[in-house]
């Protein structure tokens, strides 16, 4: 599929995204709906409604609302069809979703910016209030933050991406595993351990430090910079032999074995980070856990087909957000010139996933049937994203 093909399939679905208004659904949402308190909060409900080929939820009472992610996929979106266009209404409509999304925030004082999902969920120990933050969420929106302030310099973006930092540590805490650290997925006191959220803080946090020109940032007694240099070494110490990172530990120490497209959030978040590692032995050793962790991305959960695995190495159902997540980790290596891969999933992915009629893309194929239901967080924002880095790499 050429670039001239993919441009019109993104903008046609920037058009059915904003025909929408940013609201949707998301697989996730059955805790919206009116009966949700009439049953126990027991994640087979919640996982009835997400696997359903069937969009239940008018049935159930559940509107369409704005998804917390989705103000930062849109914001980078808007910031990279500008980069690639240079016209001006799409860093418009970039600053307008930033002011949307700080208005959105669940926790807002002098000294911390937090943003919450925006229904209630329930997963494993942790039940997850939406009027409380959480860690992975406010550093992906602290990255688009980022994004928009090294195209507009906007000071007030940094004062705001502070109070995220801040909150950051204030909520998911410093916590440890056999001595080695991490930032905690939620304020829970159950909450888990794990390697993407805790990741892809670090990138944040280090972002961060880098613009505001600080060589130290203290939070609660904390140093950051040296928090995220445990951290990194802490991805490091738990890669597995073939490059592989599961995706973490519960509260209790249960392991959660499952390899999916979080790997891919470990490895984005080394590949920006690696530029500010200040230490030589940890950037080598940051260096060969990206390699290795991409390579396994690459060659293992990625087939010849272009099909990313559910979880390796159980290949159904084949879900958009792995998909996508593909495309991206392979977009963003640029030193990866072999980008055959690349295309082959690309095209896979289109050619299987997009609904040209509506201009949308749909959420899973399973080996008998095919879930069509079009979700704005898991499947539209997520895909407009990864195509516009993607057509943004090659412009």
């Known amino acids: 599929m050429n670039k001239a093909e993919i441009q019109l399939i993104a903008l046609q ?9 940013l609201l949707g659904y998301d697989p996730y949402d059955f805790y919206l709906s009116p009966i949700a308190k009439y049953v126990p909060k027991n994640i087979l409900f919640l996982h009835a409604a997400k696997v359903s080929p069937f969009n239940i939820r008018p049935l159930l009472g559940i509107k369409k609302g704005m998804v917390t992610k989705v103000y930062a996929l ?5 910031l990279n ?15 307008i979703c930033y002011q949307n999304m700080i208005a959105a925030s669940v926790l807002s ?13 329930k997963t494993g120990g942790e039940i997850h209030d939406n009027k409380k933050p959480l860690v ?3 550093a992906r929106l602290g990255q688009a933050m980022i994004h928009l302030y090294d195209i507009n310099h906007d000071k007030q973006i940094l004062k705001d991406l502070e109070r995220v930092v801040r909150n950051l540590i204030r909520t998911g805490r410093v916590l440890e595993r056999d ?26 946090i280090m972002k961060f430090m880098n613009r505001s020109g600080l060589k130290t940032f203290i939070v609660d007694g904390y140093e950051l910079g040296a928090i995220s240099a445990d951290i990194i070494r802490t991805m490091v110490h738990y890669q597995e032999p073939d490059g592989s990172w599961t995706y973490g530990y519960s509260a209790t120490g249960k392991l959660f074995d499952q390899k999916d497209f979080h790997q891919g959030f470990v490895i984005d978040s080394l590949h920006e980070c690696l530029p500010l590692i200040k230490e030589p032995q940890l950037l080598m050793d940051a260096q060969r856990a990206y390699d290795k962790g991409y ?3 690459k060659n293992i959960q990625i087939d010849n087909q272009g099909i990313f695995f559910w979880r390796y190495p159980k290949k159904y159902p084949i879900d958009i957000h792995n998909q996508a997540q593909g495309i991206l980790s392979l977009t963003i290596n640029d030193k990866d010139d072999n980008k055959e891969k690349l295309s082959i999933i690309i095209d896979y992915t289109i050619n299987h996933f997009w609904k040209k009629k509506q201009h949308c893309f ?15 967080r898991w499947c539209n924002s997520w895909m407009l994203y990864v195509l516009t880095v993607y057509l943004k790499s090659r412009k």
């Open 13 to 21: 679905l920037l058009e059915y995204i904003e025909g929408e208004h």
């Open 74 to 78: 849109m914001i980078d979106s808007y």
């Open 81 to 95: 069809l500008y980069e690639i266009t240079k016209e001006n209404i799409y860093l418009q409509k970039a600053e």
């Open 109 to 121: 004082t002098e000294e911390e910016l937090g943003w919450g999902r925006n229904y209630p969920f």
């Open 136 to 138: 992975y969420l406010n």
């Open 179 to 204: 001595g080695w650290k991490f930032i905690g997925y939620s304020p829970d006191k159950n909450a888990r351990l794990t390697f993407n959220a805790s990741m892809v803080a670090v990138e944040t």
């Open 295 to 297: 390579e396994y991305l």
């Open 362 to 376: 749909k959420y899973q194929k399973w080996s008998l049937f095919t879930n069509n239901i079009s979700y704005i």
